[in-house]
């Protein structure tokens, strides 16, 4: 009931502007509207696929019933990676979705979940809607008939699960790895063979030998995949998602249909669903490590020429599509220069606290 009461009063309260309107008078005045949602994912990742789901219970219920979501899984409506089209070609009017996995239309996507050596999960948030990234990101989906808003991070993500251990850049020469977006491009420079899989596919093809590798997000989820059954060796950090926006796409022409209140909802909806997103894995990741390693996994952090070599792969790649897409560049050049901007404050601030307290705690046991 709070929940509900605040978002009435933070969605459709916000667009009666200075008139004291009820919120129930609101939602009696506008249409009856029912939409499909198609995700990329399914009930077998709940922190990703419950955020969908509740973004659409709190669109019915801050419009008492008469905005009405149903959510679809991957493949039950379209298959995962078709949410783009489908909702831009208005097969169904939004969906749930990862950006970077649409890196093949253009690699300017992958600024809407991740790319290598990016923001963090705050900053990300800060980017989006304090800084240009939101504004930069809705001329990008324009042309595809969408209108994106964020749907929740999943944080700092794992490096990965390797049937070997990574001792040197030798190690990773030949690899076979389920990875997507602009990981893929930066690790196919140091020799790894990238290989984008739908999330429902990748412990089948771990499990027959088809990949030697597979990074996918982190403990709560991978550990409900089971990678850890097959290829023990668990890396960390995964450098190519310093943090990774989920993304809500709305069709633009059923967006404009829409009542002023029933958008705003929508975006009031997505933030608050989003930030529960955050919440899920900070709260849960923690405990599902310590469940993996109980259970065999063997954490080990990547070796610091390895680091070194992606960092340099990945500004080297990052050069080749500035100079030869402007509209990447324009990206690149807004993204990069909020996060020098930002990182430093971090350090000062975050980072030392944070490092303290872990070596303190440590100390203590």
Known sequence: MQRRAFLKKAGLGAVAGTAAVAAPAIAQSNPQINWKMTSTYGPSLPPL???????????????DGNFNIRLYPAGELVPGYGVMDAVGNRTVECGQTASYYYYGKDPSFCFDTAVPFGLNVRQMNSWMYEGDGLKLMRELF??????????????????????????????????????????GEVLSRMGVIPQQIPPGDIYPSLEKGALDAVEFVGPVDDEKLGFQKVAKYYYYPGW??????????????????????????????????????????????????????????????FPRDVMDASFEASNQVYKEFCDKDPGFKKIFDNYMAFRDNIVPWFRVAEGSYDNYLGAALARKK
């Open 49 to 63: 696929f419950s955020t969908a789901q509740m973004f659409c219970d709190m669109v019915k219920e801050v419009t």
């Open 142 to 183: 324009a042309p595809r008939g969408i209108v994106n808003f964020p749907l929740g991070n999943t944080g700092t993500q794992m490096g990965g699960w390797y049937r070997k251990e990574i001792k040197s850049i030798e190690d990773l020469k030949g690899l076979k790895m389920r990875t997507a977006g602009f990981a």
């Open 240 to 301: 190519w998602e310093g943090s990774a926006q989920v993304s809500l796409y709305v069709n633009d022409k059923a967006y404009a249909e829409l009542p002023k209140a029933y958008q705003r909802v929508i975006d009031v909806a997505s933030r608050a669903a989003g930030a529960k997103m955050v919440q899920d894995y900070d709260a849960h990741n923690p405990e599902a490590l310590r469940r993996l390693i109980a259970g065999g996994a063997v954490l080990k952090s």
